[in-house]
């Protein structure tokens, strides 16, 4: 009896797992072009729920920044959330 519970479970689990999808919720990486008032500090709070230091992590690693200096004009990639 157990052997065959144990079956049908494994079989439900490894049906569910073909049919579960990725999830888009967090959507889309976005251009973002700096304004001359821009720090990532305030584009991060802007952008990012939670701990802003942590935008800003996202920021610098996504865009490849050595800092967190950038100018106006120059092009962000800001990652999905």
């Not at 009896?1 to 999830?23: D, E, N, P, Y």
């Not at 976005?30 to 939670?50: C, N």
């Amino acid at each position: 009896m157990f052997g065959k519970f144990l079956l049908i479970l494994l079989l439900a689990a490894f049906a569910v797992g073909l049919v579960a999808r990725t999830s888009h919720g967090a959507g889309p990486e976005r251009a973002y072009v700096v304004k001359p008032t821009d720090t990532l500090w305030a584009i991060a709070a802007r952008t990012y729920a939670g701990d802003v230091r942590e935008g800003v992590w996202k920021l610098e690693q996504r865009n490849h920044l050595a800092s967190a200096t950038i100018s106006p004009g120059q092009h962000l990639i800001l990652p999905a959330g």
